[in-house]
T-cell receptor, first 115, second 110 residues
Framework: GAVVSQHPSRVICKSGTSVKIECRSL??????MFWYRQFPKKSLMLMAT?????????EQGVEKDKFLINHASLTLSTLTVTSAHPEDSSFYIC???????????FGSGTRLTVV | TQLLEQSPQFLSIQEGENLTVYCNSS?????LQWYRQEPGEGPVLLVT?????EVKKLKRLTFQFGDARKDSSLHITAAQPGDTGLYLC??????????FGTGTRLTVIP
């Protein structure tokens, strides 16, 4: 089946630095990717929709300048957490709809810890 | 943001017991999906239901979509320790995005 590769799986960074998370669709083209954030023992919260070749659409309450999304090709979307703070520590997951299938494929997630 | 409430939030049962998880919303969805998530991993799709009143079976799991396409249920028969995990329902929004339910954390005790 379709695979979305996400990395890094874990990252620890210092406050004030930026971290880039990548998601690649390995065997299909993803014109759209979704980015989610998940707090411990909580559900997934949709942050933004990434569209290839155009600006991302952010959900209400998500800072565009804080979470920069780039979808430069049909197989790659990136999320950059800028000027990270400890409250940005979370589990970030990307997903893409599978072509011809009603389901979505998810990356394996990135555990971000800001110290 | 469209809200999906799941109940119960936590469920701990003995191996062999049956259980039902509910997913309710005030919004109508074109389709609804159920996922299972293991710690530190992304969710894995279990099933997609599209038609109001639809029932799908996946081995010991039975999924039902409400007639009005606002709610769904997941029933597990003879639960096994391997069923332990976080179960998430998700409704498909107008922009093709997914809105996840609040989640049900299931623990099956051997």
């Amino acid at each position: 089946g379709a695979v979305v590769s996400q990395h890094p799986s874990r990252v620890i960074c210092k406050s004030g630095t930026s971290v880039k998370i990548e998601c690649r669709s390995l065997d299909f083209q993803a014109t759209t990717m979704f980015w989610y954030r998940q707090f411990p023992k909580k559900s997934l919260m949709l942050m933004a929709t990434s569209n290839e070749g155009s600006k991302a659409t952010y959900e209400q309450g998500v800072e565009k300048d804080k979470f920069l999304i780039n979808h430069a090709s049909l197989t790659l979307s990136t999320l950059t957490v800028t000027s990270a703070h400890p409250e940005d520590s979370s589990f970030y997951i990307c997903s893409a709809p599978e072509v011809g299938v009603l389901g979505y494929t998810f990356g394996s997630g990135t555990r971000l810890t800001v110290v | 943001t469209q809200l999906l409430e799941q109940s119960p939030q936590f469920l701990s049962i003995q191996e062999g017991e049956n259980l039902t998880v509910y997913c309710n919303s005030s919004s109508v969805f074109s389709s609804l999906q159920w996922y299972r998530q293991e710690p530190g991993e992304g969710p894995v799709l279990l099933v997609t239901v599209v038609t109001g009143g639809e029932v799908k079976k996946l081995k010991r799991l039975t999924f039902q979509f409400g007639d009005a396409r606002k709610d769904s249920s997941l029933h597990i028969t003879a639960a096994q320790p391997g069923d332990t995990g976080l179960y998430l329902c998700a409704g498909k929004g107008g922009a093709n995005n997914l809105f996840f339910g609040t989640g049900t954390r299931l623990t099956v005790i051997p």
